[in-house]
């Protein structure tokens, strides 16, 4: 079965810098991948998603890459804000199968 | 509209008692999954339902656990003689169909096995 990978688990920035986080998926034939954000307490929420007819993805502030070759997709978000700390999670699907696989999450923390 | 429900918010329970967990979906959704987060933790699969069949149950972790779906619509997370190794946040999500995929997430029920 599909197993994804994420990676850092916390990340700290300032405002105003970058952050990246990375995940990794087995299953080659995983073609839908979300990013949840969910605040502490709250439900995760979509953000954005890609699939794998394309290799990126922008919305504002935030974007995706897709590498089907290396197996791995990637969150950038730019110009950070202290509202965008909470955790985030990567999930791959085969839509066939209709499961999400979620990645263990990372914490990222925006710093004022 | 109103988005996905879930309830109780909030469950304590002995250990060995049964529980219910209900949910229900954004109206018109199709697709319902079943979740369990533990402190900390990612998200972990348990079931998913198309109408009311339950194509995948690979993800529900032992013979205790079951779930069911009726009118295509409200469905409920049973758990049999639980163990404190259940308690964590049950959350339900809901989708249009199989092929839209985006998932919307309830709020979650809090189970804590004492």
């Known amino acids: 079965g599909e197993n994804v990978e994420q990676h850092p688990s916390t990340l700290s920035v300032q405002e105003g810098d970058s952050a990246v986080i990375k995940c990794t998926y087995s299953d080659s034939a995983s073609n839908y991948f979300p990013w949840y954000k969910q605040e502490l307490g709250k439900r995760p929420q979509l953000i954005i998603d890609i699939r794998s007819n394309v290799g990126e993805k922008k919305d504002q502030r935030i974007a995706v890459t897709l590498n089907k070759t290396a197996k791995h997709f990637s969150l950038h978000i730019t110009e950070t804000q202290p509202e965008d700390s909470a955790v985030y999670f990567c999930a791959a699907e085969n839509t066939g199968f209709q499961k999400l696989v979620f990645g263990t999450g990372t914490r990222l923390l925006v710093s004022p | 509209g109103a988005g996905v429900s879930q309830s109780p918010s909030n469950k304590v329970t002995e250990k060995g008692k049964d529980v219910e967990l209900r949910c229900d979906p954004i109206?018109?959704?199709?697709?319902l999954y079943w979740y369990r987060q533990s402190l900390g933790q990612g998200l972990e699969f348990l079931i998913y339902f198309q109408g009311n069949s339950a194509p995948d149950k690979s993800g529900l972790p032992s013979d205790r656990f079951s779930a069911e779906r009726t009118g295509g619509s409200v469905s409920t997370l049973t758990i049999q003689r639980t163990q404190q190794e259940d308690s964590a946040v049950y959350l339900c999500?809901?989708?249009?169909?199989?092929?839209?995929?985006?998932?919307?997430f309830g709020p979650g029920t809090r189970l804590t096995v004492l």
């Open positions: 109206s018109g959704h199709t697709a």
């Open positions: 999500a809901s989708s249009l169909d199989w092929l839209k995929n985006e998932q919307f």
